[in-house]
């Protein structure tokens, strides 16, 4: 991303020293400028994206056993190992309930029927 933002950069100084008000290189910079923009919105947004379905751990509020995660906005990630690396993938929203018996050590008992 920041390597496209310097291409722009680099374009939009071409395009200020350019002493022609109007020049077919002008125009050609002009609309690749514009492309580039539309990539760096692109990749930000899917940055976004990405930091929602896999968020890092250091975003988590992870149980006991650090098997499962919640988001700040209220999702709820589960651990998964890939070769050696640990990640958290999105299960999904859910809304938060206080547990009444905290001091309890395996939350698991709590949640079988």
């Known amino acids: 991303q920041s390597q496209i933002a310097s291409q722009h950069e680099a374009l939009a100084r071409a395009n200020h020293?350019?002493?022609?008000?109007?020049?077919?290189?002008?125009?050609?910079?002009?609309?690749?400028?514009?492309?580039?923009?539309?990539?760096?919105?692109?990749?930000?947004h899917k940055r976004h994206e990405l930091g929602i379905l896999e968020p890092d751990k250091s975003l988590l509020r992870l149980s006991q056993d650090q098997e499962?995660?919640?988001?700040?906005?209220?999702?709820?990630?589960?651990?998964?190992?890939?070769?050696?690396?640990?990640?958290?993938?999105?299960?999904?929203?859910?809304?938060?309930?206080?547990?009444?018996?905290r001091d309890h050590k395996d939350y698991r008992e709590l949640l079988s029927p």
């Open 17 to 44: 020293e350019d002493p022609y008000i109007v020049s077919w290189n002008k125009l050609k910079r002009s609309s690749k400028m514009m492309k580039l923009k539309q990539e760096i919105t692109k990749l930000a």
């Open 68 to 101: 499962v995660g919640l988001t700040r906005e209220g999702g709820v990630c589960c651990k998964v190992h890939k070769g050696l690396a640990v990640e958290y993938h999105m299960l999904g929203k859910f809304e938060i309930a206080s547990m009444q018996n």
